[in-house]
């Protein structure tokens, strides 16, 4: 396969004389499989320039399957200009993650209404297929693809693709799970142990295991990274950390911050061998630059076999938010009123209770789609009722997702709830987009373990 930038900006599109080597355009990268399957991950800026070369290739018909990490400006402002749209005969699958009242077409219709832009989206020439997906793994002609829920404060999805024994992975816009990120600042320093031990950094690290090519979010480095905790994206260490943890072959720098001009992607990049090599590991680092052409060989490729409605196992269902019950749990007042406040708009059915004991007792009774459980509570704590949930013989209890509240993220808490059987951290203070992001994905998640749907 080979995959080529078109975009490699974070954020905002960036043109001039400080990003003439690593290019001013947003997130957008062109992979073609040898079977000849185009691939589009995201459709920021730079996804003009791809539609014109499609043109002038003077292949006809145009068809490809555009992914789409999530819907932030930067990731979808190229969509209105992306010519092959515009054509009849050609056929465009396009899929970013849904479900939960997420839905793409919404938004993309969104972004094309009178006041932004002059064309509807029904007025699209191109016969488009919409797919809202969530976590899981499809066949995509020869490929396979992976998707996998990024940490972000809008519902994310990275993407990996598999074909023929070659393996790339789209990974942005993505902020490590553990927000304690001191251990990062200097090149010798050890990784966070919670990358061992914090079940979501596992998860991610298995999504880029071994891959040939990862390209990864990398806006910020450690040093900036106490002025930006929440903001949703990864310090050039982590993403070396994690790719060194996945045994990765490459890893490209991306989503490049546009403040950062030439030199200072370059300055990133240094950043990156740094630790590589007082880390002894074998990663090759460079920052994905506009233009830029990688070869991934594939082996025993077999012909293309096209997969009709290959995405179907892992397409969003359609439900009401009214049929999912959150129980919000806190000694503090105010904070299971800013979580009530959060989540209301959601639709989601809330219930709350502020001391552990009475937790307990409503997750029997009332049974619900999820837990969010202050650590620290007079009587009975977080950690308790979760160990007691974990011990009932009731799957739906046993089973149920528990989201600990914490101000705590050294790496021994983390590790202490973990051990304890929770499912995950929101840890204080809580930014609201990411709690409605990570809400949808624990539910979405959880719905997909679950085949009994609500
Ligand atoms: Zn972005
Ligand atoms: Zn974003």
């Known amino acids: 396969m080979h995959i080529r930038f078109w975009g490699t900006r974070g954020s905002l599109a960036k043109a001039g004389p400080t990003t003439l080597r690593y290019g001013g355009n947003t997130s957008c990268v062109e992979v073609g499989m040898a079977d000849g399957t185009l691939i589009v991950f995201d459709c920021g800026t730079g996804a003009h320039g791809l539609g014109q070369a499609l043109l002038a290739s ?88 992976t998707a996998r829920y990024l940490n972000h404060p809008a519902l994310a999805l990275g993407y990996r693709l598999d074909v023929g024994g070659a393996s790339v992975v789209y990974a942005t816009d993505h902020e490590p799970h553990t927000r304690d990120q001191s251990h990062t600042l200097a090149p010798h320093a050890s990784p966070s142990r919670a990358l061992e031990v914090h079940r979501e950094e596992q998860g991610h690290i298995a999504f880029l295991s071994q891959a040939d090519l990862v390209i990864h979010d990398t806006q910020y480095t450690a040093a900036e990274y106490p002025q930006k905790v929440g903001w949703g994206h990864s310090t050039v260490e982590y993403a070396v950390d994690v790719a060194l943890a996945a045994r990765v072959k490459r890893l490209a720098l991306f989503h490049h911050d546009p403040l950062r001009d030439d030199a200072a992607v370059e300055h990133l990049v240094d950043i990156g061998r740094q630790r590589v090599v007082a880390r002894d590991g074998a990663l090759e680092i460079f920052a994905a630059a506009e233009g830029q ?60 209770a502020h001391d552990g004991e009475t937790a307990l007792q409503m997750a029997r009774t009332e049974r619900p789609s999820l837990l969010l459980i202050d650590w620290q509570m007079p009587g009975r704590d977080g950690l308790e009722v979760c160990r007691a949930l974990r011990a009932e013989t009731d799957p739906q209890l046993r089973d149920m997702p528990v989201v600990l509240l914490t101000a705590q993220s050294k790496d021994e808490h983390v590790a202490a709830g973990f051990a304890a059987g929770v499912t995950d951290y929101l840890t204080k203070p809580f930014y609201p987009a990411y709690v409605r992001s990570r809400v949808r994905e624990w539910l979405l998640r959880k719905r997909v373990e679950t085949p009994e749907r609500a």
């Open 293 to 352: 052409v990688v070869e991934l060989p594939e082996m025993g490729q077999s012909p293309a076999r096209p997969v009709a409605h290959a995405a179907a196992g892992v397409e969003a269902s359609e439900t009401t938010n009214a049929a999912v019950t959150i129980l919000i749990v806190d000694d503090e007042p105010d904070i299971v009123r800013l979580l009530q406040v959060t989540l209301r708009p959601e639709g989601f059915h809330l219930l709350a």
């Open 58 to 145: 003077g292949k006809r018909p145009i068809d490809g399957h555009l992914f789409i990490t999530h819907t932030h400006w930067d990731h979808i402002q190229g969509f209105p200009f992306f010519a092959p749209l515009f054509i009849p005969g050609n056929t465009w699958d396009i899929y970013a993650p849904g479900g939960l009242g997420n839905r793409l077409e919404e938004t993309l219709a969104g972004q094309m209404e009178y006041t932004y832009f002059p064309l509807t989206l029904e007025q699209l020439g191109a016969t488009i297929r919409f797919h809202d997906l969530v976590e899981g793994t499809f066949d995509l002609n020869g490929g396979r693809i």
